[in-house]
């Protein structure tokens, strides 16, 4: 894949990402070191499922679904009945008493929609879950609620089964194991509740602190935080602190004398000069965060380069809609 056929990639799976939670405040929920790795426009885990282990591959979430499930129908997805660890959840159980989940037949059902017409439904229910750890082995979750779903409607992973939620739903993963889990603390993002969130304060480019627009951060009550997301590639900054991030940049380049090219995709891009070294003409980034937090992207993630390092383009997306820290750094 060339360099540009890359920048597209990256620019087509970002945008995907922001246009779906610009719609995100319009999901309804009825109540009638893992293997990581990108499939298609998505970033998926494989961890295994019961006893004895089915392989699957689930969506990683961050910022939408508020429970963690799997298909359960059909060969090629994870099969209930072959496994011993698999236990429905009662409907007389607390956990039925939770928003997304209803009450049938003495079994805990639930119901999801998702703001692209998506849905799943199906059966509440406690398994084993499987992780591979940086050590080259697994680690087990046991009692995992999850669910079954039984139909999903408009929903298409490739070769992912499902979703693996790790945001701040009641019933995500990542809070079923919070004994386990040190958190930093988290602004509350009223559009997206289950989304992780931080409170942006400032940016710098090297040691300069631009002096960022608060406005443009927290532009109404209803729009507080910078999402972190695992769903995109390049993150999205509002348009206004996009233009002084960029006037920076383009002031810097300029000194160097670099050339301008042009992308289809991607707003900011250049060519090295002979001579000069990509790490004396780039700059890393810093995000500050509430609290004296700070996040230093270094150059090398500032910028997608290209192979040869005779071009790179500055991996931020202007936007008018939510602003989102992608965590899935890349290179080209």
Known sequence: MSHEQRLETYFNISRKGSEFLATCNRMTSSKSMF???????????????????????????????????????????????????????????????????????????YKIGYPNG?????????????????????????NVRFGCTEMSKNINYGLGSGILSMNKSLESLITQAKGKVQITPLAQHLNYPYAYALDLIDISLGNLRLKIHKDALHNNRRNVGFLIDT???????????????????????????????????????????SGLRLEHVTVSMTFHFRGRADFRVPAKRVFLVNKDKTSFCLRLMPTDGPTVLELCNKTI
């Open 35 to 109: 293997l990581f790795q990108k499939v298609g426009d998505y970033f998926m885990v494989q961890l295994g499922i019961g006893d004895p282990k089915q392989n699957v591959y689930l969506n990683f979430d961050t910022t939408i679904s508020p429970l963690t499930w799997t298909q359960c129908q059909g060969d090629k997805y994870y099969d209930q009945h072959k496994s011993r660890t698999y236990h429905r959840i009662g409907h007389d159980s607390r956990t039925c008493k939770y928003l997304i989940f209803r009450r049938k037949n003495g079994d805990c059902m």
């Open 118 to 142: 998506g849905s799943a439904s199906g059966v509440a229910a406690t398994e084993k879950f499987m992780f591979l750890t940086t050590k080259n082995t697994t680690t087990n979750v046991n």
């Open 231 to 273: 769903n995109t590639i390049l993150s999205n900054i509002h348009r206004a602190n996009y233009i002084r991030i960029r006037k920076v940049l383009v002031y810097r380049f300029d000194k160097f004398m670099l050339k301008k090219t042009l992308t289809a995709k991607l707003d900011l891009c250049y060519e090295m000069r």
